[in-house]
């Protein structure tokens, strides 16, 4: 599985960005996908996901804010980020999971792309 992650970029305070990701190969085996960040200094942390039961997950800090939306036809997966905020800033990492049944999920990552909030 490859993820081409695109988006992202420089915004001021209160601005909106759109990412996006696209999945190639061997796509079938995916069970979920989403989007996880990284501020410098930081842990890496999820952000939105759709999850394998089909349900969205979001993080505390960017509910209300951030949504994340898919096009299955084209193996994609979209996050819309509006009022963003100063500690939004971070590299976004697009994130595919394939099941392994019960020995848990492998995980695939694209590329990173940095997202800067500043005026």
């Known amino acids: 599985v490859q993820l081409q992650a695109s988006g992202g970029g420089l915004v001021q305070p209160g601005g909106s960005l759109s990412l996006s990701c696209a999945a190639s190969?061997?796509?079938?085996?995916?069970?979920?996908m989403g989007w996880y960040r990284q501020a410098p200094g930081k842990q890496r942390e999820l952000v939105a996901a759709?999850?394998?039961?089909?349900?969205?997950n979001y993080a505390d800090s960017v509910k209300g804010r951030f949504t994340i939306s898919r096009d299955t036809a084209k193996n994609t997966v979209y996050l819309q980020m509006n009022s963003l905020k100063p500690e939004d800033t971070a590299v976004y990492y697009c994130?595919?999971?394939?099941?392994?049944?019960?020995?848990?999920?492998?995980?695939?990552w694209g590329q990173g792309t940095l997202v800067t909030v500043s005026s």
């Open positions: 190969g061997r796509v079938s085996t995916i069970v979920s």
């Open positions: 759709f999850t394998y039961v089909d349900t969205t």
């Open positions: 994130n595919a999971k394939k099941s392994l049944g019960l020995a848990g999920f492998d995980d695939y």
